[in-house]
């Protein structure tokens, strides 16, 4: 389920049918590519489907050693290439069946992070089809991509737009410990561990079961196509690391300084302990006890004077919170499946390099592109949600000039030049079918 969890109870899922990626999170260390492809022509998105099927692996025995998972998602442009009755396509959502660049508005993102200035080919209608393949040792990866490479290479009407590499050990570029907060999925089989609180139904990740409204989500038709999927917002983000540690440094004298102030923008220090249970200094034994990593909660802290309540994570998922605007944070969690890309930058260098790096988010849900466009518009890009007024999630928004973070305490510090310290380099939305709509698509 995901980095530290084990499988204890008998699912109750149909985890045969269910893509790995679903419930197996990526290892530490990991290494891996994401590429994406258009279609040409039907007969060969078909033929690409019938490849890759046998390749694919389900989340059943999903805590089992393998040397890659594969992940194949396919945007509402791909469906249509694919030459998905039109009564079926209907049946999709329709922010979906729009995209992400039409969704720009709604997702806030404007300025740099516009479609405009997205990279090739995101924000184009040719996104049609994302694979990705997980490994956890570099032979492994190396060897399954070239095979991919192989399986595919003599298919005309499949074109290769873009292919990234990805890998890290467990740490993003900033340096912080990331991936490892998840939600628990009812029925995954999955063990609870402590601050998981009550299991989330599975319906809200995987189509098909009921949701937390104790009905299914709407699910695309006909039900071999919608059953046992879920979706994916993927967004590449280009990293401004260098700007992140000048701003530390304008704004810590010591080391200690600046690294408080680093956990107070995130909520967890560098190691992944959270300010809630280490709220003065590190305590990196913390980031490593899957007992104790995600076991707290804010209720006890109103204010945010150990975890400020702007801070990313207490953003992202407020737990106990009390929020100024009601929201069932149940119904807001998704399955984050992210990767990094590019060489850290060391904390000491305030000038940029030049390299290209950054962290592909990749959500997964039954109803992830919505939650992702609420977060966006409602807990990352606004304050009011919380009684922050307009300050915006620290670590992701794009921040305007005169933008601040404050550092709730008697009195508060506002710090102040914070700035867009990850900008968007594009993205797209897509379903993610099970292994039998696969075969399905594939004719
Ligand atoms: C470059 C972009 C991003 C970076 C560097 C980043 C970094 C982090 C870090 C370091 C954590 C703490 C580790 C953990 O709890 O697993 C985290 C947690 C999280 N982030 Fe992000 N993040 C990014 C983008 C996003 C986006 C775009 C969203 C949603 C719209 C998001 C949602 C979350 C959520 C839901 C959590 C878990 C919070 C919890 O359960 O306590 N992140 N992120």
Redesign the pocket.
């Known amino acids: 389920m995901d980095l530290f969890r084990r499988l204890r109870r008998r699912p109750t899922l149909e985890l045969d049918d269910i893509q790995a990626v679903v419930l197996r999170a990526r290892p530490e260390p990991y290494f891996g590519s994401h590429a994406i492809l258009e279609i040409g022509d039907r007969a060969a998105g078909q033929e690409m489907l019938r490849r890759l099927a046998p390749r694919l692996t389900s989340a059943a025995g999903w805590d089992e050693p393998r040397p890659s998972w594969p992940a194949v998602a396919i945007s509402y442009q791909g469906l249509v290439a694919l030459g998905v009755p039109e009564s079926s396509l209907a049946s999709f959502p329709a922010n979906f069946r729009a995209g992400m660049a039409a969704r720009a508005d709604r997702l806030r993102d404007t300025g740099v992070n516009a479609p405009k200035n997205w990279e090739f080919p995101f924000g184009t209608s040719r996104v049609h089809v994302a694979v990705s393949v997980y490994s956890d040792n570099e032979d492994d990866w190396r060897r399954e991509v070239a095979e991919y490479r192989r399986q595919l290479h003599d298919l005309p009407g499949v074109n290769l737009l873009s292919h990234q590499d990805f890998g890290a050990t467990g740490w993003?570029v900033?340096g912080?410990?990331?991936?490892?907060?998840q939600p628990l999925v009812e029925g995954s089989g999955a063990e609870s561990l402590p601050g998981d609180g009550r299991a989330i139904k599975a319906g809200e990740f995987v189509l098909g079961y009921p949701s937390e409204t104790g009905q299914p989500l709407g699910m695309p038709a006909p039900d071999v196509l919608g059953r046992n999927g879920s979706y994916v917002v993927f967004?590449k983000?280009h990293?401004h690391v260098a700007a992140f540690n000048k701003f530390l440094y304008d704004n810590g004298h010591t080391e200690q300084e600046r690294e408080l102030l680093a956990a107070k923008l995130?909520g967890?220090w560098r190691s992944?302990a959270p300010l809630a249970l280490a709220p003065e200094r590190d305590d990196p034994a913390i980031g490593e006890d899957p007992q104790r990593i995600n076991n707290f909660g804010y209720a006890d802290d109103p204010r945010g004077l150990r975890t400020p309540v702007g801070s990313?994570?207490r953003r992202?998922?407020p737990r106990d919170s009390k929020l100024e605007i009601l929201s069932d944070v149940n119904i807001r969690r998704?399955i984050?499946r992210s990767t990094s890309y590019g060489d850290p930058l060391p904390s000491d260098r305030l000038r940029d390099d030049g390299a290209s790096r950054?962290?592909d988010?990749i959500?997964l849900g039954a109803r992830a592109v919505d939650t992702?466009e609420f977060?966006?518009s409602e807990w990352?890009n606004s304050g009011s949600f919380a009684g922050l007024g307009k300050e915006k999630d620290p670590?992701?928004s794009r921040q305007d000039k005169g933008a601040y973070f404050t550092v709730p305490g008697s009195p508060p510090r506002r710090v102040h030049n914070i700035q867009s310290f990850?900008t968007l380099l594009g993205g797209e939305y897509f379903f993610l079918p099970s292994l039998s709509a696969i075969r399905w698509l594939a004719g």
């Open positions: 993003n900033f912080y410990r990331d991936g490892f907060s967004r983000y990293s995130v967890r992944g990313h994570i992202m998922n998704i984050r950054g962290l988010f959500a992702v977060l966006q990352v670590l992701i990850n």
